[in-house]
């Protein structure tokens, strides 16, 4: 027998004597209890036995087990402001808590709702939780987040088309001769695949579509109902559109979700510390996104909240979510800086370089113009956005007071006039609200479009609302806005500094979980008074000098 196969041999018995003398909580009983027609699930430990200890030939680690840990897929069902939304939710609406908990579960805790779906059971959301505390297979599904053996598991089928938005994907390959299928981007010679259906009850098979923004569509394409006080539907809210934002720009035919959160390894590299085969085009499993507030939360509060990454990977998911929100996220320019007697003409670009809205996803993230104004001295003669240590937006209408919010502006001249690029959302009266499942409709979306996008011809769900619709300078890649700054105070020279800056969760998105009285919403408004500070992120930044 050749070296190779007595090589594999060994090496599946070896990994059936591990798996079989490890630890209860090293082998998840899901892999007998959570099988469907579809699929059937086990936790990640499973999976990063093999596909950690990665490197490249520099040195650099690349393992996927290790960057999902630290990632906020991972993560999912222990957010700690996701867990305080949906406890809001049931509280506002009691009757339908169940159904809540439920669709909240698809994407949050997909194994294990979609475990309970096969049995014809609801999902659930708080009977897993406290994590540490709960350790039934089930529950230990849900812990998992968005782990290895759903992504891996999701079939082509329907990918793209609306019966797949709000978490609608297939799970397992149709015709597949195994009822554990691993689907992934690249081919698996029979040798190894043996080795991994052995050591994992998974047999790999290539599914080009995991590389498609289809496949992140299922989960990132989310409408909400609007509830009434009896539970009746009374409206619906398209809660979030990155797909269609992207499908309606310019990076539809250039870049992938994958391509830019999932970025590629820019040599071969094994895909696997066993018998791994160098490949082209390995993806990083690190998830960045927009998320690094929540990443410092989960890692300064990792033991009260039952955290499994340790610090260091949490610490390190963090820095590459700051890179790429600092390196190709946007670009802000003074585009003209002049002075007429005692006021100063500044007019402030901004360019989105992302593939879709910016800020995309859950409406609780803004990016805003914080605009300062120095006269020879260094005192400050004109602000506009100034971060406050809470969380707060000087200025911002919102902040001070729930019921209002910060129009859109194409020329400001006042400091408490700030340019905030978000989306408010309107109940069914057109009060402002952010309970998701009270809202209608948006009584304002004036995010910063990507390239290529036509306001125009943009469909409803993903339309610009408020004045911003009317805004000849506001249109696809960014916006323009004229500052007219009131200097009679100072003396020239005059320095003007422009940072756009941008928070996951804004203030009011916070504090209006004040009110209600439960662990979760409570735990979170502690967390976020403690972080306030480092809420925010500057995103790009330039300076001028008007003479």
Known sequence: MPVRSLLAVALVLWLGVLLASAPPQTRSPAAKHARSPAATFRTSEACIACHNGLRTSSGSDVSIGSDWRGSIMANSSRDPYWQASVRRETIDHPISAAAIEDTCAVCHMPMARADADARAQKGEVFAHLPVGARTKPRDRLAHDGVSCTI???????????????????????????????????????????????????????????IRKSELCATCHTLYTRALGSRGETIGQLPEQMTFLEWRHSAFRDDKSCQSCHMPAVREATPMASVLGTPRDGLARHVFRGGNAFMLGMLRRYRRDIGVAAQPDELEASAQTTVELLKAETATVAIARAERSGDQLMIDVVVQN??????????????????????????????????????????????????????????????????????????????????????????????????????????????????????????????????????????????????????????????????????????????????????????LASSSATIR
Request: proline share 5%; hydrophobic share 40%; glycine share 12%.
């Open 353 to 538: 370089l992302t593939g879709h809205k910016l800020p995309t996803g859950f409406p609780s993230r803004r990016a805003w113009l914080h605009v300062t104004v120095r006269d020879r001295a260094g005192r400050v003669v004109f602000e506009s956005g100034a971060p406050a240590a809470d969380g707060r937006i000087e200025g911002n209408d919102n902040d001070a007071d729930p019921r209002r919010y910060e129009p859109h502006y194409a020329e400001i001249r006042r400091p408490d006039e700030v340019a905030i690029y978000e989306s408010i959302i309107g109940d069914a009266a057109g009060n402002v609200t952010t309970g998701v499942l009270t809202g209608t409709r948006y009584l304002k979306d004036n995010r910063l479009l990507p390239r290529g996008f036509d306001k125009v011809s943009a469909a409803a769900d993903i339309a610009v609302v408020g004045a911003a619709s009317e805004d000849a300078d506001f249109g696809e890649g960014g916006d323009r806005v004229r500052y007219v700054a009131d200097v009679t105070s100072g003396d020239a020279p005059f320095q003007v500094d422009v940072a756009l800056r941008f928070q996951t969760i804004g203030f009011r998105w916070a504090h209006n979980l004040d009110q209600y009285e439960s662990m979760e919403t409570k735990r979170f408004v502690g967390y976020y008074n403690a972080m306030a500070a480092e809420s925010g992120i500057v």
């Open 151 to 209: 992504c891996h598991q999701i079939a082509e089928d329907k990918l793209g088309t609306p019966e797949s938005f709000n978490g609608g994907f297939v799970l397992g390959a149709l015709g597949a001769p195994h009822a554990s299928v691993s689907l992934g981007p690249f081919t698996v010679d029979s040798g190894r695949a043996a080795v991994m259906q052995s050591a994992s009850d998974y047999l790999p098979l290539e599914g080009p579509h």
